[in-house]
């Protein structure tokens, strides 16, 4: 039966002293899902984005959503967001490592997208989060993928509560719930965001542009 992470990440919030807020590290795959996230986050957590996106296919790729979420922070920053901050928002970025995702995935290249490899690279990419927040003395760890309608959220958190520990917990979301997705397009173009039209990965944008040249 699949659980309502929605429903856990209200009980959560609700429960939330703000004059002592949870420090936050919500990883962020580009700044449009990061939109409707930070909607539902900014006011009762300490939030640090983290950008660790060794799945992108190329480094000007990868620096290109990265201007886009450094224009977002601050824009937040800057009293210009829509939801104002309970602290300010912070950004951490890891260097691209394209060779780190490769070897993750490495004969899995065939499998179909929202499979096998997929879920690999979730893992990988929450893993990395998680490694972060122990080190740097975060009490939760969240991803932004849950916006998208094309990303399984059952899994997304199953994985993440694989990966808790007694000092960092995940915190369970399902940020496409409430017409999040939706959100994050409204929020995309006010904000004038760049929004990709693929997940990141070369097989992600392989498969767009096979749909592409079928219509």
């Not at 995940?170 to 397009?185: C, H, M, N, T, V």
Request: hydrophobic share 35%; proline share 4%; with cysteine.
């Amino acid at each position: 039966m699949n659980v309502n992470y929605d429903i856990l990440f209200e009980q959560f919030k609700n429960g939330i002293d703000v004059n002592n807020p949870p420090k936050l590290l919500l990883h962020a795959c580009c700044a449009p899902c990061s939109t409707a996230c930070l909607v539902r986050v900014l006011d009762k957590f300490d939030v640090t984005l983290y950008y660790a996106n060794d799945n992108i296919t190329d480094n000007a790729e990868w620096q290109k959503r990265l201007n886009e979420l450094i224009k977002l922070v601050d824009t937040v920053n800057g009293g210009r967001f829509e939801t104002q901050p309970l602290r300010p928002l912070k950004l951490v970025v890891q260097p691209f490592n394209a060779q780190k995702y490769y070897s993750a995935v490495q004969g899995q290249e065939k499998e179909r997208e929202g499979g096998v490899r997929c879920n690999t690279c979730f893992y990988l990419r929450l893993s990395d989060t998680l490694e972060y927040a122990i080190n740097n003395g975060f009490n939760l760890f969240s991803t932004t993928l849950s916006v998208s309608p094309y990303k399984n959220s059952q899994l997304l958190n199953e994985i993440g509560l694989s990966l808790q520990t007694d000092d960092v917990k995940w915190l369970p979301a399902d940020f496409k719930k409430r017409d999040g997705y939706k959100e994050s397009i409204r929020l995309s173009n006010k904000y004038n965001l760049y929004r990709q039209h693929y997940c990141g990965c070369e097989f992600s944008l392989k498969q767009m542009q096979e749909y592409k040249n079928a219509d």
